[in-house]
């Protein structure tokens, strides 16, 4: 069993920066892989950005050069640095663990960029 609590969403003006957190509570399995999604009211969920427990990412496109993934294993905790924040950044971002085969979902956290 694994829980998510994220922090740091908020409102920021385009251009601005935004750093999110998301720390780990977990009894039995390993976090294998963490990242963060994020969903746009009328739209699918999406992958923004993931790491890997030896720290290999993968980012969406539309993030590259402007979002930095990172983690903490010490501590399950991975953090999402965003810069350069544009209003088509605006979502509910949830944090995500893979951990014995079952992904879990943190609550989610609301980024507003206002242009």
């Known amino acids: 069993q694994v829980q998510l609590v994220e922090s740091g969403g908020g409102l920021v003006q385009a251009g601005g920066s935004l750093r999110l957190s998301c720390a780990a509570s977990?009894?039995?399995?390993?976090?294998?892989?963490m990242g963060w999604y994020r969903q746009a009211p009328r739209k699918q969920r999406e992958l923004v950005a993931s790491?890997?427990?030896?720290?290999?990412?993968n980012y969406a496109d539309s993030v590259k050069g402007r979002f930095t993934i990172s983690r903490d294993n010490a501590k399950n905790t991975v953090y999402l640095q965003m810069n350069s924040l544009k209003p088509e950044d605006t979502a509910v971002y949830y944090c995500a663990a893979d951990a014995g085969f079952r992904r879990y979902w943190g609550q989610g956290t609301q980024v507003t960029v206002s242009s």
């Open positions: 790491i890997t427990s030896r720290s290999s990412t």
């Open positions: 977990r009894n039995g399995f390993s976090i294998t892989v």
